[in-house]
């Protein structure tokens, strides 16, 4: 169970990596920039500015470790 826990870890440890970066950007964006107001949808609240962030987070981390097509073409058509 550990040995698949840390296979885990070290498979996704980019996505992990800019899921927590994003969640935290997201509260540090509500922090100091938000809308103080309360009529801001998104970065009106905490849990939503959060939420908002884990998901950028984890897709720039999706997009950077993205694996590469494979190109079926032959060299002999070419």
């Known amino acids: 169970m550990i040995h698949m826990m ?4 070290i498979k996704y440890r980019i996505k992990i990596i800019f899921t927590v970066l994003g969640a935290l950007g997201g509260f540090l964006y509500w922090k100091f920039v938000g809308c103080s107001s ?3 949808p998104i970065t ?3 849990y939503t500015m959060g939420s908002y962030g884990i998901i ?5 981390g ?3 470790t993205g694996k590469p097509k494979k190109n079926n073409e032959t060299a002999a058509g070419s």
């Open 6 to 9: 840390k296979n885990f870890l």
């Open 38 to 40: 309360g009529t801001c």
């Open 44 to 46: 009106s609240h905490w």
């Open 56 to 60: 950028m987070g984890y897709l720039i």
């Open 62 to 64: 999706d997009m950077i």
